[in-house]
């Protein structure tokens, strides 16, 4: 009972700034508020992508292993578009971070134990830093080098 005053002050207060602004300011914060709408739907559209279950057809697969503490993959590749097929064979959620040549790509959840997810990655040629960016595990030996070729 005490929260229906309160809701019907908040109500009172908002109808009166609403009053008090201009066009112009309803405009701005209508203009503000569907921005982020915009930016949340292309948040979660991109979450969908970047944390696939399949490699893409055109893409190159790459079986990477996370383990507790241990990253096994190649280290050498030619370039081309790559889907590394993340599998955590571990006891702890894991991720993958791929970082070089002005490219840096991680899954936006870490991969559950047993679980498998795809990063798909355009690499060029140079070196890439790999690791897994959760807690402290690269500092465990979840770290490793691939030199694209």
């Given at each position: 009972m005490k929260t229906l005053p309160a809701l019907l002050i908040g109500v009172c207060v908002s109808v009166a700034v609403v009053r008090a602004q201009g066009p112009g300011e309803r405009?701005?914060?209508?203009?503000?508020?569907?921005?982020?709408?915009?930016k949340n739907t292309a948040k979660a559209t991109g979450d969908a992508i970047e944390d696939a279950l399949e490699p893409e057809?055109?893409?190159?697969r790459v079986e990477v292993t996370l383990s507790d503490y241990a990253i096994a993959m190649p280290t050498e590749l030619k370039p081309d578009y790559?889907?590394?097929?993340?599998?955590?064979?571990?006891?702890?959620a894991h991720n993958f971070e791929v970082q070089?040549?002005?490219?840096?790509k991680k899954f936006i959840k870490s991969?559950?134990?047993?679980?498998?997810k795809v990063?798909?990655?355009d690499l060029a040629r140079g070196t890439y830093d790999?690791?897994?960016?959760?807690?402290?595990h690269a500092d465990k030996g979840m770290r490793t080098t691939l030199k694209v070729r």
């Open positions: 405009i701005k914060d209508t203009a503000k508020a569907v921005g982020h709408g915009i057809p055109r893409a190159r790559t889907a590394f097929v993340v599998h955590n064979g571990g006891k702890h070089g040549n002005g490219s840096d991969v559950e134990p047993g679980k498998t990063l798909h990655v790999v690791w897994c960016p959760v807690d402290k």
